[in-house]
């Protein structure tokens, strides 16, 4: 499999529950993104890693929202105490390290519903 | 605040027909400028893209057309065909540092048999 995977593809959850999202990059892929996009908008840049390191967060990443990359492969996205506010789907994004301006390769994202 | 503006919001367009979806920017910062294309239940695919010392970029149907002095861009797909029939996003972003793209809010286009 050569793309960028994200599961779960959809989660339904209560208001006030906690949710983890998963990403998937491209083998070799240093860099990983993570953005929100709401229903008719475009997507938002969240977080940004390079290899483990988180170098850039957004204002939109409240602190009930948390980003980790451990070993610099997979990365994971957890919300706490979830909102009807936070209903979105989840994008992840990732591309090499080297080059100007590589693409950036997406998941398939996964659909947040709070209930 | 939005940094790149898109219009229209949707566009219909009979099959062999020009599709054209513009944006605008604010940020003079901004050095690449690519477009995206969603299908229903995937993620965005990077269709082409143009950095702003060029004019014009073609890619088989898809042109863009930039005006820096504007700060105006434009996708122009020429023989619409039914399978063109996405939603099309404009994105910004600098090329020092992350590469955050900025999003314009998307054009739904539907390409008529």
């Known amino acids: 499999d050569t793309g960028v995977s994200q599961n779960p593809r959809h989660k339904i959850t209560k208001r006030g529950q906690n949710v983890t999202f998963r990403c998937d990059p491209i083998?070799?892929?240093?860099?990983l993104y993570w953005y929100r996009q709401t229903l008719g908008q475009g997507p938002e840049f969240l977080t940004y890693?390079?290899?483990?390191?988180?170098?850039?967060k957004s204002r939109l990443l409240s602190d009930r929202f948390s980003a980790e990359r451990p070993k610099g492969s997979f990365s994971t996205l957890e919300i706490q105490r979830t909102e009807q506010g936070d209903s979105a789907m989840y994008l992840c994004?990732?591309?090499?390290?080297?080059?100007?301006?590589?693409?950036?390769?997406f998941g398939p994202g996964t659909r947040l519903t709070v209930l | 605040q939005q940094q790149v503006k898109q219009s229209p919001q949707s566009l219909i367009v009979q099959k062999g027909g020009i599709s054209i979806i513009n944006c605008a920017y604010e940020?003079?910062?901004?050095?690449?400028f690519p477009w995206y294309q969603q299908f229903p239940g995937k993620g965005p695919a990077l269709l082409i893209a143009?950095?702003?010392?060029?004019s014009e970029k073609k890619e088989g149907r898809f042109t863009i057309s930039f005006n820096k002095s504007a700060k105006q861009f434009s996708l122009h797909i020429m023989d619409s065909q039914p399978g063109d029939s996405a939603t099309y996003f404009c994105?910004?972003?600098?090329?020092?540092?992350?590469?955050?793209?900025?999003f314009g809010q998307g054009t739904r286009l539907t390409i008529n048999p």
């Open positions: 994004a990732s591309r090499p390290l080297a080059g100007g301006q590589d693409e950036q390769f």
């Open positions: 083998s070799e892929h240093n860099r």
């Open positions: 890693f390079q290899n483990e390191a988180q170098l850039e």
């Open positions: 940020n003079t910062a901004f050095d690449y």
């Open positions: 143009i950095r702003p010392d060029v």
């Open positions: 994105a910004a972003f600098i090329i020092q540092g992350a590469q955050k793209l900025v």
